[in-house]
């Protein structure tokens, strides 16, 4: 399987017997060793164009479990980049898995304070970033930009005949490309994986800055965060290891195993037609699975 490629397996379950819909999982997890996911596609058109403009170096930010993070260090290592991760808050040692990884792939930490970090993306901290750094590409935090949106509108290159699409979503940036992608064909469905409504507002404006169409065949559903980013409970782990033991592939608890309690919750509910068809994407991340001390 080449780079970037995902297989698409359908998944059976008597509750989807019983309410007669289908569900597949396209499965992004497999698509690269290092940056799986919607990472991949988040970053190749950024690596692309700090190549195209004559960059070594590649910065970003993120916190200390960052699947981004770790992403970055991985693919700026095979494609021959030096990286530098901007990390929100003090350093803690011994470093997490995610830490460690990142530095064993060469990248370099920096620790910035929390207050500082929420003005990451003024000029006045990029200013002092450049003159610590010197020369480099920046990517935002989760990897989201005009690029990325790009690169996540691939995700569905061959599957547009589905009724359904489902996607975690944590910065907005992978749904925005999904929807785009569509242009107006199905449903998608966001699992938002963070407490609150923002993420509606953020893929909004992300769709206008790409597509500039009022495109209305989309919704996040924020009722399964189970307490907001990287939080989980008793309930979301047990039906993660039931999932993982029934299909045979692994989640993570921040992202999918999230999409997938709520497709089910929602499937359970009756909020599906007879005869309806579902892709869930599977956005990778297993990395993060260390910050709870599971295998992956």
């Not at 479990?65 to 992403?71: C, G, K, L, R």
């Not at 359970?268 to 005869?275: I, L, N, R, Y």
Request: hydrophobic share 35%.
């Amino acid at each position: 399987m080449e780079l970037g490629q995902a297989p698409v397996q359908q998944i059976h379950a008597p509750l989807f017997e019983q309410m007669k819909v289908s569900v597949f999982v396209k499965r992004e997890d497999l698509n690269h060793p290092f940056a799986s996911g919607n990472k991949y596609h988040k970053l190749k058109y950024n690596l692309q164009e700090a190549k195209k403009q004559g960059h070594d170096t590649l910065l970003t930010f993120g916190g200390a479990y960052s699947n981004h993070i770790y992403a970055v260090a991985g693919i700026g290592k095979a494609e021959g980049f030096k990286t530098i991760g901007v990390i929100r808050g003090e350093e803690h040692l011994p470093l997490n898995h995610t830490l460690q990884s990142a530095m064993d792939f060469g990248m370099q930490l920096h620790y910035m304070d929390r207050s500082t970090y929420r003005l990451k993306n003024t000029e006045k901290v990029k200013q002092t970033l450049h003159k610590k750094f010197n020369d480099f590409y920046l990517i935002p935090e989760g990897g989201t930009n005009e690029l990325a949106i790009k690169g996540t509108s691939e995700i569905l290159k061959k599957e547009s005949n589905y009724d359904y699409y489902a996607s975690p979503v944590g910065t907005g940036g992978t749904m925005a490309g999904i929807i785009h992608c569509l242009n107006g064909q199905g449903k998608v469905l966001g699992f938002s994986a963070l407490k609150g409504n923002f993420l509606i507002e953020e893929v909004t404006n992300l769709l206008t800055q790409v597509n500039g169409r009022h495109l209305k065949n989309w919704c996040i559903k924020t009722d399964y965060h189970f307490g907001g980013y990287a939080k989980t409970n008793f309930e979301l782990m047990d039906f993660m290891k039931a999932f993982e033991e029934a299909y045979d592939f692994l989640l993570e608890p921040v992202y999918t195993a999230k999409m997938f309690y709520g497709l089910f919750d929602m499937i359970e509910k009756g909020a599906f037609q007879k005869g309806t068809s579902i892709l869930a994407i599977h956005t990778g991340g297993l990395q993060g699975r260390a910050g709870f001390g599971l295998a992956h």
